[in-house]
């Protein structure tokens, strides 16, 4: 998240206090709502490409590129053509996390087959508690969802005492999500400052998007990250955003537009991606 510091009216700000003790939210996200309404940054939307149903099918070619991603979103994930890795947005950059480890910021001409992206705008701020697994850190979230049938995006910075991470490694494209979580790489990091980037996808949805939580992490020094496997910390500072507007671009690539997609994907994806 980015500091803004400026100066504003005695009027402006009484006007603030009264919204706040009205709604009872923070001051950050009554003017962060407000910026974005005004300077028409499209908040609230989650765009998504492809569908973990066609992932776990193996459908991982070439669909959509970095430079169209861009224009839907400066945060979330997704993995590249082939599983190459895993992509982490953050702040606009696109991040790929290899399966050697390492990590670039994607150039614009990079292609990817499924990314879930948003314009990161919380509408809720707060602090962790300490936490010492993953299911410990996603029950402190669901505490603040609303309803089991809404979108939700989160973001989480903090130093992380002990942290788990995996990343895919890069197949022949057609191959399965299953396949690709066979080969997989696991990272363990110990005391790692960094960033969370995940989401929240309703169960009826389990054909379209990963149901429940999926969350990638990267550090502030571009050098750790992946898929969230696992986590422990002290506490955390928390942005969470409700989304209820879902767009996904269906891809007309041939490997999409013949792939079965009848089936349920959970078994197959609760045994890659948890
Ligand atoms: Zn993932």
Not at 78 to 99: C, P, R, S, W, Y
Not at 110 to 122: E, G, I, K, S
Not at 155 to 178: E, I
Request: hydrophobic letters at 40%; proline letters at 3%.
């Amino acid at each position: 998240m980015q500091k803004l510091k400026i100066r504003i009216s005695q009027s402006l700000m009484n006007a603030l206090h009264e919204e706040q003790k009205l709604t009872g939210e923070t001051i950050e996200h009554i003017v962060s709502r407000a910026l974005a309404d005004s300077l028409q940054v499209d908040h609230g939307t989650l765009f998504q490409v492809s569908t973990a149903g066609a992932l776990v099918e193996g459908v991982t070619g070439e669909i959509v590129s970095i430079r169209t991603l861009r224009e839907h979103g400066d945060f979330g994930l997704g993995t590249f053509v082939g599983f190459d890795g895993e992509m982490a947005v953050l702040d606009g950059h696109f991040f790929q996390i290899k399966g050697d480890g390492t990590i670039t910021d994607a150039p614009d001409e990079a292609m990817a087959p499924f990314a879930v992206v948003t314009h990161f705008v919380p509408d809720q701020s707060f602090a962790l508690d300490p936490f010492s697994s993953i299911a410990d850190l996603v029950g402190q979230l669901d505490a603040r969802r609303e309803s089991e049938n809404q979108f939700y995006a989160v973001r989480v910075d903090g130093t992380f005492k002990t942290m788990k991470t995996r990343a895919v490694c890069k197949q022949p494209v057609g191959q399965s999500l299953s396949n690709a979580a066979d080969s997989q790489a696991v990272f363990d990091f110990a005391d790692v400052t960094g960033t969370m980037m995940g989401f929240w996808t309703p169960a009826y949805a389990r054909t379209v998007n990963i149901a429940g939580w999926h969350i990638h992490f990267l550090s502030d020094d571009r050098t750790k990250g992946g898929h969230l496997l696992d986590c422990a910390a002290d506490g955390g500072a928390v942005g969470f955003q409700t989304l209820n507007d879902f767009r996904i671009a269906i891809p007309e690539t041939a490997g999409f537009l013949q792939a079965e997609l009848g089936g349920d994907p959970t078994a197959a994806i609760d045994k890659a991606e948890h």
